[in-house]
């Protein structure tokens, strides 16, 4: 097994966002958080790259295991450079103040030696749009441009584990639909991906498993397609 | 003329201590958007610990009996490192706790103000009230440029300055770590996602700013000879103020920022009652920020969500 999250809790100062969640995640699945705003996704996934306060959540309780090591002592940087495990956060943060290259350059700082031209190029292959910009300053790019830029600066740190939270978020419907067919050839691929999303339908059709979170619990778990056809999930999450 | 060119050359002096100390303020603020009021203090810092490395080195009296020329190019990088040291120590005790807790920006600045008062009174109570005086690095020889003196030390000072903005426009453009200092001035949340330590990228930065004000306050106690514990504090504000000028965070900036500054009050002192001096320099430092409110190559954030 490749993430344990045991009953974790974590908290904003003194608010508590998760009340002890469970989960797990194996090498090679596609597993998506989903759940409502507040409901704790962006809080879990925070709390898995170990982000510091005050942005991110304290953990209060429980425990995180990686590869059946717990990481809770960890520093986020390290998770990066040391378990190979990433975070395309919410809302992309790309260094818009940095080129399309140099975003991606900077991905690859723990790893000076390698040959990181040659990544830019296969990262290209995968996005050309980004290709057409490389020299250009990023905050010019179209959101769907940005998300592009931010998967892609997030494979430049060699991960083999990536978080995503809201990807779909602010994209226009092809370009969404491109973006996670790129997710599941990069699985195809052996990458892990664990996905939050509040587009549950798209999520659970690419995803191997589901959790549903609310208000900071799991209440509701299983194979993406039995929570698809679970009624009270369609009924809340999936438009009915 | 003469007298105009001549003061030109004074104004290229006196813009180089506060470029070089402007720079440090502009750095800091890039990285963390925190403005560090113990800056002009650390310049204070520099200019005394240069005292102390180059008297203990120096022949006679000093320890090793040193010649001045071997002295002078030992004290340099000495009074950076110690300098940088002073700075980082800074950080690490005062700020980056106070950071950790999520205390807001105000705190931190407020923090950053009281430091520098107690490394001015630290100065005061430790070595008292008797003023230090550098002792003489270099031979003086003052050159005739078509009816302009300009000595030795001067040209030094400037070339000092000058070549400290070109190293550190190469340090922020083209190295790794200055890559690194221009995404956390963009975005400090990312920068752990990418696998590098934030907390690094910040100490450098102190690195960099302190050691480039421990070299100015070297230069400048090599200038006008006499240390006191508040050397650092009118000086280190009207680089702040010069750093804002030029847009702070921006290295372009500081540097002509700080010229500018030294321009005007050098000439306002030259063709006007000297009183006049600073009310002149602030007022059209004003009148620059009311029209162009984030400064010269300032430009205002934009995010795009």
């Given at each position: ?9 974590a908290?904003y100062?003194?608010i508590e966002a998760l009340h ?13 958080l989903i759940g409502a705003n507040g409901a704790g996704k962006s809080t879990t ?12 959540p ?32 919410e ?75 809201e ?29 939050v999303?509040q ?14 979170l609310d208000t900071g619990e ?23 | ?305």
């Amino acid at each position: 097994m490749m993430l344990r999250v045991s009953n974790l809790k974590a908290a904003y100062g003194k608010i508590e966002a998760l009340h002890g969640i469970s989960f797990h995640v194996e090498k090679g699945e596609i597993v998506t958080l989903i759940g409502a705003n507040g409901a704790g996704k962006s809080t879990t996934l925070k709390a898995l790259m170990r982000l510091p306060p005050p942005e991110s959540p304290s953990v209060t309780g429980g425990d995180i295991e990686f590869d059946g090591v717990s990481i809770l002592g960890m520093e986020a940087h390290r998770i990066v450079s040391g378990l190979k495990m990433t975070l395309v956060p919410e809302g992309r943060h790309i260094f818009g103040n940095l080129t399309v290259v140099e975003n991606l350059q900077l991905a690859a700082w723990t790893r000076k030696n390698e040959n990181i031209g040659r990544e830019i190029h296969h990262i290209f292959d995968m996005f050309p749009r980004l290709a057409e910009r490389a020299r250009q300053r990023s905050d010019t790019l179209s959101g769907g441009e940005q998300q592009m830029l931010a998967v892609g600066r997030a494979l430049m740190t060699k991960c083999s584990v990536l978080l995503l939270d809201e990807p779909s978020m602010g994209l226009a419907p092809l370009i969404m639909y491109d973006m996670f067919r790129t997710l599941k050839r990069l699985n195809a691929d052996g990458l892990t991906i664990i996905v939050v999303e509040q587009n549950a339908l798209l999520a659970l059709q690419v995803a191997d498993r589901g959790y549903v979170l609310d208000t900071g619990e799991i209440v509701a778990e299983g194979p993406a397609e039995d929570l698809l056809r679970t009624p009270e999930i369609k009924a809340v999450y999936l438009g009915g | 003329m003469e007298i105009f060119l001549q003061q030109c050359v004074n104004a290229l002096q006196w813009g180089s201590f506060y470029a070089l100390i402007a720079l440090g303020y502009t750095l800091v603020y890039g990285v963390l958007r925190l403005i560090n009021f113990a800056h002009g203090d650390i310049f204070m810092v520099g200019a005394y610990l240069a005292f102390y490395i180059s008297t203990a080195f120096l022949a006679p009296e000093g320890l090793f009996g040193f010649s001045r020329g071997l002295t002078l190019a030992l004290t340099i990088p000495l009074t950076m490192i110690f300098t940088s040291l002073v700075g980082v120590t800074l950080e690490r005790i005062a700020y980056r706790p106070l950071m950790r807790k999520g205390a807001h920006r105000l705190y931190v600045v407020i923090t950053a103000l009281m430091c520098g008062l107690v490394l001015e009174n630290g100065n005061l109570a430790l070595l008292g009230a008797s003023r230090k005086t550098l002792p003489a690095l270099l031979d003086k020889s003052v050159y005739d440029v078509g009816g302009i003196a300009v000595t030795n030390l001067k040209l030094w000072v400037i070339f000092a300055a000058v070549l400290v903005f070109f190293a550190l426009h190469f340090v922020v453009t083209k190295t790794r770590m200055g890559m690194a200092m221009r995404a956390v001035s963009w975005n400090k949340f990312a920068l752990p996602l990418m696998g590098i330590p934030l907390d690094s990228v910040i100490v450098f930065t102190f690195v960099l700013g302190s050691g480039i004000a421990g070299l100015g306050g070297m230069l400048f106690a090599m200038s006008y000879p006499v240390l006191e514990p508040y050397m650092g504090a009118m000086t280190g504000w009207k680089a702040f103020i010069a750093a804002v000028v030029g847009g702070i965070g921006d290295i372009r900036g500081a540097f002509v920022g700080g010229f500018l500054l030294a321009f005007v009050e050098v000439m306002v002192a030259a063709f006007l009652p000297s009183t006049f001096r600073d009310l002149f320099a602030f007022s059209i430092l004003l009148l620059i920020l009311w029209q162009r409110p984030t400064g010269i190559f300032g430009r205002p954030l934009i995010s795009k969500i």
